[in-house]
């Protein structure tokens, strides 16, 4: 079982920047990939970003050069670094983990808003 917990969103006006954070209760190098989801009223999930445990990113079209996903290996912690928001960036952000034996965790969700 894996536990995540994310923090950090609120409400920003456009352009601003937030940064999300997600602790895991275990080591990350133990998990295969971690990413962030978000999903806003009436639409689907759908993938942020994403980073391997070789550290392999990837970025959906939408957020590519504005958004950031690290990782602090020290206090197994995913970070979402999100600059120049707009307010289609508004939604729910989810963190996940997939494990090795293909088992998928989320986190609760934190809400970001992008309004003026």
């Known amino acids: 079982q894996v536990q995540l917990v994310e923090s950090g969103g609120g409400l920003v006006q456009p352009g601003g920047s937030l940064r999300l954070s997600c602790a895991a209760s275990v080591s990350i190098f133990s998990i295969s990939d971690m990413g962030w989801y978000r999903q806003a009223p009436g639409k689907q999930r759908e993938l942020v970003a994403a980073i391997t445990r070789g550290g392999r990113t990837n970025y959906a079209d939408s957020v590519k050069g504005r958004f950031i996903i690290s990782r602090d290996t020290a206090k197994d912690t995913l970070h979402l670094q999100m600059n120049s928001l707009k307010p289609e960036d508004t939604a729910v952000y989810y963190c996940?983990?997939?494990?090795?034996?293909?088992?998928?965790?989320w986190g609760q969700g934190t809400q970001v808003t992008v309004s003026s």
């Open positions: 996940n983990a997939g494990l090795f034996d293909r088992r998928d965790f």
